[in-house]
């Protein structure tokens, strides 16, 4: 069965990017605090076709990688200029000190990221976690105004609205417990139960994809990344931020899994309505990380929505 794509009438026009980037500033950095310009650096792997009109900046899920996108990545390295970046925290981006490890700061890790790099024309895609990180990266450089910079979202399966904590999450959230269950419990053992509870369909819970998840839970300073970021995953003033989300000026697609049981198909729906410029595709018999349980109907869905805005 394939995906469903679903696109309802706008709901207004587009003013263009400054004239509404300017809207979303007024009376708000809702929560955000500036980004930093200085601090850790992200590991991050680019690859694709240089000078294809935009760059991808592709944030992973909570307890993820890079590696995340090891599916989709070649088919989107043929088409598009791709930065692969693991979060601070996770994967190769663990940093030691100092460091909060909560929305605002990620989102200010990324904007350094694309600093350094140098990019001017980017589409940020998040999955999960990411997808948050995405959009607290989006707002932050709108109240820099540098809104212009970003060309496109999407996100996948992503959590803006307040909701449950996912098990996994609440768990490393709590104290003692946290403890207890990194301590006292293999990682390949927590990555095959949290991945058996994602994906919709299990058999795709593969040895090689929880080794590509366990391989970072214990690495130093992972437990303590996992738990300030859990602890800290919940924005000062969500209703503040949810608020801004019909400011958003850019086009945006989102990619759901039918069948997700961490962020439920309820949330795409809302989403949609709440974004002005904005499509959807539900992958049908598909879980919570569609990149990965369902690579071939993701892929699609990303390379038809950004070939629309080259």
């Given at each position: 069965m394939d995906a469903v794509r679903k696109k309802p009438p706008p709901r207004r026009g587009r003013g263009g990017g400054a004239s509404r980037a300017s809207r979303a500033q007024t009376g708000a950095t809702a929560g955000?605090?500036?980004?930093e310009f200085q601090g850790p650096r992200l590991h991050r792997e680019r690859v694709g076709r240089l000078g294809g009109g935009f760059t991808l900046v592709l944030l992973h899920g909570f307890g993820a990688s890079l590696q995340t996108w090891n599916?989709?990545?070649?088919?989107?390295?043929?088409?598009?200029?791709?930065?692969?970046?693991?979060?601070?925290?996770?994967?190769e981006s663990i940093a030691e000190g100092g460091v909060r490890y909560d929305l605002q700061e990620q989102a200010g890790a990324v904007i350094r990221c694309i600093r350094e790099i140098g990019l001017e024309r980017i589409v940020l895609v998040g999955h999960s976690y990411g997808g948050a990180v995405a959009l607290f990266t989006y707002l932050s450089?709108?109240?820099?105004?540098?809104?212009?910079?970003?060309?496109?979202?999407?996100f996948l399966d992503a959590p803006l609205y307040p909701q449950r904590l996912p098990f996994f999450v609440a768990v490393l959230a709590t104290p003692i417990l946290n403890s207890?269950?990194?301590?006292?419990?293999?990682?390949?053992?927590?990555?095959?139960v949290t991945l058996d509870r994602l994906f919709f369909d299990t058999s795709c819970v593969t040895d090689e994809r929880i080794h590509r998840y366990a391989r970072y839970f214990d690495a130093r300073g992972a437990h303590h990344s996992y738990r300030l970021a859990a602890k800290h995953i919940l924005p000062v003033d969500s209703e503040g931020v949810v608020g801004r989300i019909s400011t958003i000026d850019v086009p945006a697609l989102l990619v759901w899994g039918e069948?997700?049981?961490?962020?439920?198909i309820a949330n795409a729906y809302r989403l949609q309505r709440d974004l002005s410029d904005s499509e959807l595709v539900v992958i049908p018999r598909c879980g919570h990380v569609p990149h990965e349980e369902r690579p071939d109907e993701a892929l699609r869905a990303l390379t038809q929505f950004l070939e629309k805005q080259t």
């Open positions: 955000l605090r500036s980004p599916e989709i990545r070649p088919g989107l390295a043929k088409r598009y200029d791709s930065v692969f970046v693991d979060l601070l925290g996770f994967g450089l709108v109240d820099a105004g540098l809104a212009a910079k970003v060309r496109g979202l999407v207890v269950v990194l301590r006292g419990t293999p990682a390949t053992l927590r990555a095959k069948n997700d049981a961490v962020v439920p």
